[in-house]
């Protein structure tokens, strides 16, 4: 069974830098897609960033190109999101993803995908 474990998650200025990680375990993931998502107070989820946990190929809300990373190490079965130049319209929280179809669409997240539980990134002006 995929099991998904977050940390990394807190309190920043606006400008300042955070780092989450998301640790996956219960099977390999080749042709998976991982991913990072966000939730703010009565908005709906969004997509941030995901990586193909084979090709490494990666994708990006416009909203955070340029200044969000995700990428993944192998060896700690873990991936991450660097996020800097972090502004206050980035709180929310953040949930990582294991999606089997590696294609990250509405019916896949719905259905398919494993989630973490959620950790708060609140950004302060």
């Known amino acids: 069974q995929v099991q998904l474990i977050e940390s990394g998650g807190g309190l920043v200025q606006a400008g300042g830098s955070l780092r989450l990680s998301c640790a996956a375990s219960?099977?390999?993931?080749?042709?998976?897609?991982m991913g990072w998502f966000r939730q703010a107070p009565g908005k709906e989820r969004e997509f941030v960033a995901s990586i193909s946990w084979t090709s490494g190929s990666t994708y990006y809300a416009d909203s955070v190109k340029g200044r969000f990373t995700i990428s993944r190490d192998y060896a700690k079965n873990t991936f991450y999101l660097q996020m800097n130049s972090l502004k206050p319209e980035d709180t929310a929280v953040y949930y990582c993803?294991?999606?089997?179809?590696?294609?990250?669409?509405?019916?896949?997240?719905?259905?398919?995908?494993?989630w973490g539980q959620g950790t708060l990134v609140t950004v302060v002006s």
């Open positions: 219960g099977r390999t993931f080749s042709r998976y897609s």
């Open positions: 993803n294991a999606d089997p179809s590696g294609t990250n669409s509405d019916y896949a997240t719905r259905y398919l995908a494993v």
